[in-house]
């Protein structure tokens, strides 16, 4: 998702750092592309997020939008989940993206922009065996809501996206962890309102659009992009 995001804003014009923990994520976009700099960091790590976050200015001079993508998901009840796991799952998906808003932000309030969370729909209805991702992606979106509060008369907006299922690697372990992998997929197809899984390309589009002007008005909001099925009765 985080390449398809890159992909659309690069194709839209922008210059951008595209930061992951996995060498092979960055090198993806990041070696054909003159406008993309390619950075390794564990987003939940704050010296990488400081070194991530001074890099990017020191080759564009300026940050206009930060899109917190990163994400990791460990499964499990509260009973199965260690509290090392707890505390990890909440330090990439929560803490990194307070991290990249701490450090971002003295630079994109010297002009003004966007910063967009990639929250779930997860944070929103609740999936079993998933207590640690679900309660982390619902973290996010009360982060995103302070952060509009606090920084939106710096010309900051901070908006959410509440993706449902999107075909990713993320999205296929998930799958591979279920008794039936093909069924699942099936089951979630069938009770998917639009018949079918979102692909990445679909979230970048949205994405695009919350970051961009066409969102002038647009902030402390999450935008649901799941084809329907967190709206979907039995
Ligand atoms: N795929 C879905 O159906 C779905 C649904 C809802 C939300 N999401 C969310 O969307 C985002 C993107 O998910 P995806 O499906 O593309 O997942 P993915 O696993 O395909 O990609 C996630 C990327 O994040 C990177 N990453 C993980 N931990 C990191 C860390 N500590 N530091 C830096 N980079 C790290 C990974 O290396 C990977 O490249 C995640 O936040 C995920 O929770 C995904």
Redesign the pocket.
């Known amino acids: 998702?985080?390449k398809a995001i890159a992909d659309r804003l690069l194709e839209a014009g922008a210059r951008l750092a595209i930061?992951?923990?996995?060498p092979e994520?960055i090198k993806r976009v990041a070696e054909t592309e003159s406008r993309a700099l390619a950075i390794l960091?564990?987003?939940?790590c704050e010296d990488d997020v400081r070194r991530a976050v001074d890099q990017t200015v020191a080759r564009f001079e300026r940050l206009d939008i930060l899109v917190n993508?990163?994400?990791?998901?460990i499964p499990g009840t509260v009973e199965e989940l260690t509290s090392k796991q707890w505390d990890r799952q909440f330090?990439?998906?929560v803490k990194?993206a307070f991290l990249f808003s701490k450090y971002s932000i003295p630079y994109i309030r010297r002009q003004g922009g966007a910063i967009l969370n990639?929250?779930?729909?997860?944070a929103l209805v609740s999936y079993p065996g998933n207590a640690a991702?679900d309660s982390s992606?619902a973290a996010l979106l009360a982060f995103t809501r302070t952060l509009a509060i606090d920084h939106g008369r710096d010309g900051i907006r901070v908006n959410a996206i509440?993706?449902?299922?999107?075909?990713?690697?993320?999205?296929n372990?998930?799958f591979e962890r279920q008794p039936n992998p093909p069924e699942a997929r099936r089951a979630v197809v069938a009770q998917t309102p639009v018949g079918r899984?979102?692909t990445?390309g679909e979230?970048a589009e949205a994405a695009l659009f919350l970051v961009s002007d066409a969102a002038s008005f647009i902030s402390g909001a999450y935008l649901v992009v799941d084809g329907g099925i967190s709206v979907a009765g039995r």
């Open positions: 998702m985080g930061v992951d923990v996995n994520a960091a564990d987003v939940s993508n990163a994400g990791t998901e330090a990439v998906n990194g990639i929250a779930s729909i997860d991702y992606k509440c993706p449902g299922y999107i075909d990713t690697p993320l999205l372990s998930y899984m979102g990445p979230i």
